[in-house]
């Protein structure tokens, strides 16, 4: 019982470290990339999943916020999706191959 309670605010915190990095992408992208690294830093402190939604929103290579169009490219095929960081060329491909 005392696992979850701290799960679900370290969950709480990465979605608020992610609304926070998306606000400061624009004006300063190097926080914003700090933000990410504070968020995956508490990813691995405590064992919450990665919800779905914020899988694509990151590189896992250089932490940096994704944002379409900005610097990073999506691409669909079928049910997989790519999702290419334009600061450092890592390719991340999330869903289901057929």
Same mark, same amino acid.
């Given at each position: 019982?005392?696992?979850?309670?701290?799960?679900?605010?370290?969950? !709480? #915190?990465?979605? /608020?470290?992610? %609304? &926070? $990095?998306?606000?400061?992408?624009?004006?300063? =992208? !190097? #926080?914003s990339? /700090?933000?990410? %690294? &504070? $968020?995956?830093?508490?990813?691995?402190?405590? =064992?919450? #999943?990665?919800?779905?939604?914020?899988?694509?929103?990151?590189?896992?290579?250089?932490?940096?916020?994704?944002?379409?169009?900005?610097?990073?490219?999506?691409?669909?095929?079928?049910?997989?999706?790519?999702?290419?960081?334009?600061?450092?060329?890592?390719?991340?491909?999330?869903?289901?191959k057929?």
């Amino acid at each position: 019982m005392k696992q979850n309670k701290y799960d679900a605010i370290a969950l !709480e #915190r990465i979605y /608020r470290l992610f %609304e &926070l $990095a998306e606000e400061e992408m624009d004006k300063k =992208p !190097e #926080r914003s990339k /700090r933000y990410i %690294e &504070l $968020a995956r830093f508490i990813e691995k402190r405590y =064992p919450v #999943r990665w919800p779905p939604e914020l899988k694509t929103k990151f590189c896992k290579k250089c932490n940096a916020f994704l944002k379409k169009g900005k610097n990073a490219k999506i691409a669909k095929k079928s049910t997989l999706t790519i999702v290419k960081c334009l600061e450092c060329g890592f390719e991340r491909k999330t869903g289901t191959k057929k």
